[in-house]
């Protein structure tokens, strides 16, 4: 699977879960980071590491998903005690 194929998987699961069409790409500034931007369409940019740790890219899902659902930005506390709970 070559990077584009596995960001437009992430994509479709994302807008899977929320429900609205989402925008994501890779970032190269901050590899392993994530910004999510509420916007119209939400962008979601996952850093590069995603690409090579699958766990990661699976936290930057669930914080995506999180953060569009609730249509604002969780807090890293936060999203502990959510990743603690499921």
């Not at 901050?30 to 090579?52: F, Y």
């Amino acid at each position: 699977m070559d990077d584009s194929e596995f960001l437009a998987g992430i994509e479709r699961r994302i807008e899977e879960s929320v429900g609205v069409p989402v925008h994501v790409e890779l970032g190269h500034d901050n590899p392993q980071g994530i910004s999510v931007e509420l916007s119209d369409p939400p962008r979601v940019v996952l850093g590069a590491d995603a690409l090579t740790y699958p766990g990661l890219a699976r936290t930057f899902i669930q914080y995506a998903i999180l953060c569009l659902k609730e249509r604002r930005m969780i807090e890293e506390e936060e999203f502990h005690r959510f990743l603690q709970r499921n």
